[in-house]
């Protein structure tokens, strides 16, 4: 889920960090400009991995600050496809589920990546799958706060930059999220054995011996 | 800013772990302190781990994964799905299916067998050494 992306660029230290080695201070540029950002096309950036090359520095005429060209690696959040995942189920309505990982809350799982007979159930505000074993209906309940896994199937960057000097004022991340303009969303999908809520699949270990038929009557059981 | 390569590396959720570690720790014992001069990173920075902290990797070690990684030489899995396998650490049939591609096909059902007692060997139980852990700390 985590990956290392290989990124150029050119640090400027303001002055105040000059008391620093060079080396500190462009850590602490790097992490302080990405950390908790979404790259467009890269991921969440959650930490500077290491700096793999550090060129010369320069001062420009009319400002007091260097600046060094810095190639450096830095860890992504950005799971491949097909990657599996667990997350805390956010919030739920009738166009899908909303899952948390903690650090990236924007994994939607659309109702057609569901398992089929799955429905959402108004009253309860949550998705329910009818799950039919022998005659027997089953109604597996997906709650809030609930541990789910899922697949990812697709992931979708946003450009949230803002478009002309009107909008560049103010909270524009905050502002933007209000618009639906998320950077970054992952799709999941639940839609095969073994995806859903941890605990219908981990039951009971009893059932590690037998065969998949098996495992979904401990499933039936368990509901 | 100019993205050289996007998709570099790809890393364990254990290494992540300890490079996290790393710089929570750093930010407690001096220079300066993440918290005041970095927030964005210390606040990152916290909530990845706690959420790592709640997965498999909590209680593995680098000679764990590495011990695992030559005893599953064999099955001739593609890397994601060793990476899977350490993240995920499954220990029933039907998640190991989820994780290994057409399985059906690749692994006989011994196969599966035995990969599930390989993982199970080599990768510790987070819920057992967290036993410990909580016993230790409630001292």
Same mark, same amino acid.
């Given at each position: #889920? ?8 050119? &640090? ?25 950002? &979404? ?35 830095? %860890?992504?959040?950005?799971?491949? #496809? ?31 990546? #569901? #398992? ?11 998705? %329910? ?22 697949? %990812? ?28 303009? %998320? ?41 | 800013?100019? /993205? /050289? ?17 790393? =710089? ?9 302190? !993440? ?36 005893? /599953? ?12 396998? !350490? ?6 049939? =039907?998640?190991?299916?989820? !994780? ?11 196969? /599966?067998?035995?990969? !599930? ?14 036993? =410990?852990?909580?016993? =230790?700390?409630?001292?």
């Amino acid at each position: #889920m985590f990956q290392l992306a290989e990124i150029r660029h050119m &640090v400027r230290i303001p002055p105040w960090l000059f008391g620093q080695t060079l080396n500190d201070a462009v850590i602490e540029e790097l992490n302080r400009k990405l950390a908790n950002k &979404v790259v467009l096309n890269v991921g969440l950036c959650i930490a500077l991995f290491d700096v793999t090359s550090l060129g010369d520095s320069y001062i420009f005429p009319g400002d007091g600050a260097s600046h060094t060209r810095v190639t450096f690696r830095y %860890v992504v959040f950005r799971p491949f #496809m097909e990657e599996i995942l667990e997350g805390v189920i956010k919030a739920a309505d009738a166009d899908g589920m909303h899952v948390s990982l903690g650090f990236y809350d924007d994994v939607y799982i659309r109702r057609d990546s #569901m #398992m089929t007979n799955s429905r959402y159930d108004e009253t309860e505000r949550s998705w %329910v799958w009818d799950y039919k074993i022998e005659d027997d209906l089953h109604h597996l309940y997906m709650d809030i706060g609930e541990r789910i896994r899922f697949r %990812v199937v697709a992931e979708q960057f946003t450009d949230t930059t803002p478009a002309g000097p009107n909008l560049a004022e103010g909270e524009n991340t905050v502002a933007d999220r209000k618009d639906g303009k %998320v950077p970054y969303i992952i799709y999941g999908a639940i839609n095969d054995q073994g995806l859903g809520l941890v605990s219908w699949w981990t039951s009971n270990s009893a059932g590690q011996e037998e065969e998949e038929e098996m495992e979904e009557v401990e499933v039936g059981e368990t509901s | 800013m100019e /993205v /050289v390569n996007s998709k570099g590396a790809v890393l364990s959720n254990y290494e992540v772990l300890r490079l996290l570690q790393e =710089v929570c720790h750093q930010g407690t014992k001096g220079k300066r302190n !993440i918290t005041q001069t970095q927030t964005h990173l210390a606040s990152i920075a916290f909530d990845t781990l706690k959420y790592l902290e709640k997965t498999q990797c909590k209680s593995q070690t680098s000679e764990v994964i590495q011990r695992f990684l030559e005893s /599953v030489k064999q099955f001739k899995l593609t890397k994601a799905e060793k990476l899977q396998l !350490i993240n995920l650490r499954p220990t029933t049939p =039907v998640e190991m299916q989820l !994780i290994i591609e057409e399985s059906e096909d690749r692994l006989t059902e011994e196969q /599966v067998e035995e990969l !599930i007692s390989l993982v199970e060997l080599h990768l510790p139980d987070p819920t057992a050494s967290q036993m =410990v852990n909580g016993q =230790v700390t409630n001292q």
